[in-house]
């Protein structure tokens, strides 16, 4: 494999934002068949996510393990052509133990709870197929790149192979240049004039009104959290907790686009253009909260997750190919790989209120409401005037998300019924290119004395616009996304 750093690369924007900082819900079948609504609750391993007061509920220590089958249906519009993909992918998505530890003295404080707990915060896996026509052809991205660069600046120097120009040009002049570069040895574009070395104009060698598109995406990925977690019961009716988070994070993103259709004088009558994108990366968060027991009754809860400071390393690979290409295009591949600059990505803090009404052994309501600034969200280095740009456009792209969160039970002997619905605003503010999130859920558990298993069923619906390419091209499908997951969860007390 070969690779070097490029400079001035800009796949790192809004996008990368939005996806690390939207969690979907995942955790304990438990926790999501009661839609994640545990921020008064506690008792649950999964109840660190909202509340890491939580763990102080538990009277006995005990182990829990979940696994889930993710399930995605995604619907693509693309002009007037729908295309369907069913993605499937199973997972151990959460392990955790609480270890209580009860006081015989005195003293207010009743108990202390230490808690471990690993869980897959957001599962990336999904795929996408879209297909139509459009007036937007892969030369168009590769035009907006090469307009301005002098074309002796993309050619192959004397005794260089194609590959080590590809990767000089990425690092010497940047991803802009390179693009370029890969465009007219892709037989994409040519330069206005072939003699002029000084030439920075460029046509198209793709003649078309319209041409016929099909854009395949795979991810596969996740982002996962490992828990540390105190916390204790104050007197008879406060419990305070805290949480050390850290994540780990790993993306894959594969693409093509590839057209056909073209006029029957068109020097190219086919084309194709692959993108590998992988991105690995560790954050850390802190979190703080409490519980109080108003009655016998009620519980009230709050919680403050703290930003979650994340720090990432990507690479990028291509190839393209077309009827006019180079002979040798093809030692261009994913062997051959751009390396991104180290960078950050902020996520903004969150607040979480909740309300729960216990209704002695017969069963709950709950309540939990969360409020996030996603404005506030930032890329870094911030001295770094490509991110300072991108900041700008997310502080005025990017506004608050609301959440809520509502979950009930109901027990009969050992046998407990959940059901869940849950509701999440759009990060964006005009709430076009992410949708509202809307999720409902339901499940059943039973109590076997020293163990217990919880089934549940989980179904999400969202709306999304899925760009083909990050600059460019406007070209985009709209995708109606319906995932359902199940999970089961295994706990072991002692």
């Not at 182990?63 to 519009?77: I, M, P, Q």
Request: proline residues 2%.
């Amino acid at each position: 494999m070969m690779g070097v750093v490029c400079v001035n690369l800009t796949a790192q924007n809004i996008e990368d934002v939005v996806r690390i900082g939207t969690e979907n819900l995942q955790g304990t079948a438990r926790f999501q068949a009661m839609g994640g609504a545990f921020g008064a609750l506690g008792g649950d391993l999964s109840s660190l996510n909202s509340n890491p007061a939580g763990t102080a509920i538990f009277n006995h220590s005990q182990f829990a393990v979940s696994g889930t089958s993710f399930n995605n249906d995604n619907t693509a519009l693309f002009g007037s052509n729908t295309g369907n993909v069913n993605a499937r992918s199973a997972d151990i998505n959460q392990a955790g133990g609480v270890f209580v530890f009860k006081s015989n003295d005195e003293g207010p404080w009743k108990k202390i709870a230490l808690a471990f707990n690993y869980d897959i915060v957001s599962n990336f896996d999904d795929e996408i197929f879209a297909s139509g026509n459009t007036d937007q052809g892969i030369d168009t991205y590769f035009l907006n790149f090469a307009q301005g660069v002098p074309f002796g600046d993309i050619l192959l120097q004397e005794g260089e192979f194609i590959e080590e120009a590809y990767l000089r040009i990425g690092e010497q002049q940047g991803f802009g240049d390179q693009q370029a570069f890969l465009g007219y040895f892709g037989g994409f574009i040519n330069p206005s004039d072939e003699d002029d070395l000084g030439s920075d104009t460029y046509t198209s060698n793709a003649l078309y009104s319209t041409v016929n598109q099909r854009f395949q995406q795979a991810i596969n990925g996740n982002n996962s959290k490992f828990t540390a977690n105190l916390s204790g019961q104050y007197e008879e009716n406060l419990y305070l907790g805290a949480s050390l988070n850290f994540h780990s994070i790993f993306y894959e993103r594969l693409t093509r686009l590839d057209e056909s259709g073209f006029d029957a004088d068109s020097p190219i009558q086919s084309t194709v253009f692959d993108n590998f994108l992988r991105s690995e990366g560790t954050g850390f968060s802190f979190s703080l909260g409490a519980i109080a027991k108003l009655n016998e009754n009620v519980r009230v809860g709050g919680s403050y997750q703290s930003p979650t400071w994340y720090r990432f390393a990507d690479d990028l690979g291509q190839s393209v190919d077309s009827d006019l290409a180079d002979a040798n295009i093809d030692f261009i591949n994913f062997n051959v790989v751009n390396l991104f600059d180290i960078y950050r990505i902020k996520i903004p803090s969150k607040l979480t209120g909740s309300l729960a009404v216990i209704f002695g052994k017969d069963g709950l309501l709950s309540f939990d409401y969360s409020y996030q600034d996603m404005s506030q969200a930032q890329l870094g280095p911030s001295s770094d005037p490509i991110f300072s740009e991108e900041n700008d456009f997310i502080s005025n792209q990017l506004g608050a998300v609301n959440s809520f969160r509502l979950g009930g039970e109901y027990r009969v002997q050992q046998v407990s019924l959940r059901a869940g619905y849950r509701f999440e605003d759009s990060p964006y503010e005009d709430g076009t290119l992410v949708g509202d999130l809307q999720a409902y859920s339901g499940g059943i558990g039973y109590d076997f004395g020293s163990s217990k298993l919880d089934l549940a069923v989980t179904r999400l619906e969202r709306d999304t616009n899925e760009f083909f390419f990050d600059s460019a091209l406007s070209n985009n499908a709209l995708v109606n996304r319906s995932n359902t997951n199940v999970s089961l969860t295994y706990t072991l007390k002692f």
